[in-house]
Nanobody, 125 residues
């Protein structure tokens, strides 16, 4: 059974940084596109950042310059680091994967079929 288990998150002050991690089991990460999404209270889930099988990356306009996505195919891990956090970054963050090839990147939630359990991130002073 393919599973993603997340760790990290919590409460952070504005301007701070944090790292989220996601470890996969039941599969090998190499042929998967990896991504992070977030869902703020009362809003739809939205893409934060994604990385293709060969390492191309995408980040949303609101996160560009503040977010780094990375993958460790040897250990089946996915990472998201966010700096300069803002109160509007508050929400539940999810990792997700989808089989892909080459430089293909997917940015919409419905395109992904395996999800982590979610990690709450709260940015407030």
């Amino acid at each position: 059974q393919k599973q993603l288990m997340q760790s990290g998150g919590g409460s952070v002050q504005p301007g701070g940084s944090l790292q989220l991690s996601c470890v996969g089991s039941g599969f090998i990460l190499d042929p998967y596109v990896v991504a992070w999404f977030r869902q703020a209270p009362g809003k739809e889930r939205e893409g934060v950042s994604a990385m293709s099988v060969v390492g191309n990356t995408w980040s949303s306009n609101s996160m560009r310059g503040r977010v780094t996505i990375d993958r460790d195919n040897v250990n089946n891990k996915i990472y998201l680091r966010i700096i300069m956090l803002k109160p509007e970054d508050t929400g539940v963050y999810y990792c997700a994967i989808k089989r892909g090839t080459g430089s293909d990147i997917y940015t919409l939630p419905h395109e992904y079929d395996i999800w982590g359990q979610g990690s709450q991130v709260t940015v407030s002073s």
